[in-house]
């Protein structure tokens, strides 16, 4: 089985800090993803990358930068945290070969800026 | 404007009942539609995809449908299990690998 991994499910962190999140996927899949979920809002892509120290903008970057310099780890960084960045962080994968586009998505990790 | 809408926004019913979700979309041109299945502090998993040839799928109690005229899917299920409890969203994906994701049904199934 595919395994996304987010190792922190919760974070508190306080306006100005910097925060990184880490996600980890074991099937050797090029693609990750990083999501942003809101209530009412669904899912909103903020950065893709399909290969190592490759990245692509989503609908909502600002605010967030990503690394891939390994291709099982895709990180997200919020260089200085703002409030209006509170949520729900998910990650996930897709490899090329994917039956019609399935993503696998790790459990989320919730932000809370203070 | 590509767009993905589902309905209703959240939906309560009684264990044993059935119930239908239903998703809107605008996005062109369609490849194909997955519904997920999200529980409580977990990420969407799949249950099943749609592509632009078919009209219903199953798995399990759960019935996919797929009207490419009228640009609608609904995602029926059977004999409803307090397992069912969760949000169901609606992923669209066109121009090959773009996608978008309706805002999700957030079920609640009551003993």
């Not at chain 1, 990650?91 to 399935?102: I, K, L, T």
């Not at chain 2, 979309?25 to 099943?48: A, E, I």
């Amino acid at each position: 089985d595919v395994k996304v991994t987010q190792s922190l499910r919760y974070l508190v962190k306080r306006t100005g800090e910097k925060v990184f999140l880490e996600c980890v996927q074991d099937m050797d899949h090029e693609n990750m993803f990083w999501y942003r979920q809101d209530p009412g809002l669904g899912l909103r892509l903020i950065y893709f990358s399909y290969d190592v120290k490759m990245k692509e903008k989503g609908d909502i970057p600002e605010g967030y930068s990503v690394s891939r310099e390994k291709k099982e780890r895709f990180s997200l960084i919020l260089e200085s945290a703002s409030t209006n960045q509170t949520s729900m962080y998910l990650c996930a994968s897709r490899g090329w070969g994917e039956y019609y586009n399935e993503q696998f998505f790790g459990p989320g990790t919730r932000l809370t800026v203070l | 404007k590509n767009q993905v809408e589902q309905s209703p926004q959240s939906l309560i019913i009684l264990e044993g009942k059935n119930c239908t979700l239903q998703c809107n979309y605008t996005v062109s041109p369609f490849s194909n539609l997955r519904w997920y299945k999200q529980d409580t502090g977990r990420g969407p998993v799949s249950l099943t995809i749609m592509t632009f040839s078919e009209n219903t799928k199953s798995n399990g109690r759960y019935t996919a449908t797929l009207d490419a005229d009228t640009k609608q899917s609904s995602l029926h299920i059977t004999a409803s299990q307090l397992s069912d409890s969760a949000s169901y969203i609606c992923v669209c994906y066109y121009n090959n690998n773009d996608m978008r994701f309706g805002a999700g049904t957030r079920l609640t199934v009551k003993p």
